[in-house]
């Protein structure tokens, strides 16, 4: 059996990882490396964990969370399909078997905004831990320079990502909903921005959330929104 740590720890796969984000660097994206993997990977996992589902459901889709944007280093578009081939080739190297395999690879194709769609539990909880990865830290040049002169640099994804402070997902499976809560400072970013920057991806947020039997919420600053 193939275990996230045996992922984790393929070389293969870490020099793709590096080299996708190191590529989106170079286009002007925010931070893809390994703090976005990680987290998209932890928070896919405790939240199929949370729904019940299986221990082994839960680690493929920490595995696709891991594995979910190594397409960015052939290009930003269409990474979610190139992404899902190069992980084919690397987990079928590494022995999984083709039932895993298909639900990985189908997920990591099914996870960006364009054509995603929520086609098995795994591919719906990389969709909500990856759309919701919004934070500060994201942003690559927020420590160059005085702040007012890094704000005047930003573009609205940057100057959204560093408007907030702190970003969470809950699972709250009492009223069977999934909450997405953030800080966002209105003096960096208005709350609108945010809207017209990622309206497509709490549409499809919903659209996950609903596959898993849940309703999706939005709460920022303490007010609910969605």
Not at 58 to 67: H, K, N, S, V, W
Not at 132 to 146: E, K
Not at 147 to 155: A, H, N, T
């Amino acid at each position: 059996m193939v275990t996230f740590q045996d992922v984790k720890n393929n070389k293969e796969l870490k020099t793709y990882i590096e080299n996708a984000d190191a590529s989106l660097k170079a286009l002007g994206f925010t931070e893809h490396s390994y703090a976005h993997v990680n987290k998209v990977a932890k928070d896919a996992y405790d939240l199929l964990i949370g729904l019940g589902y299986p221990e082994r459901t839960a680690e493929l889709a920490r595995i696709a969370g891991y594995m979910h944007d190594i397409g960015n280093v052939i290009n930003r578009i269409d990474h979610a399909q190139s992404g899902a081939v190069m992980a084919f080739r690397l987990l079928d190297k590494m022995g999984m078997g083709a039932d895993e395999i298909s639900i990985v690879i189908a997920a990591i194709g099914n996870h960006d905004e364009s054509t995603a769609v929520p086609v098995n539990p795994v591919a719906a909880a990389l969709i909500l831990a990856d759309k919701s990865d919004v934070r500060r830290s994201r942003v690559r040049n927020a420590a160059n320079g005085n702040r007012k002169g890094v704000l005047d640099s930003f573009d609205i994804y940057d100057r959204v990502n560093y408007a907030v402070e702190w970003s969470t997902v809950k699972l709250d499976i009492d009223h069977k909903a999934v909450e997405l809560q953030m800080q966002l400072h209105p003096e960096i970013s208005a709350v609108m921005d945010y809207f017209e920057i990622f309206l497509s991806r709490m549409v499809l947020c919903k659209r996950a959330a609903e596959f898993l039997g849940l309703r999706f919420q939005l709460k920022i600053n303490d007010y609910n929104l969605l």
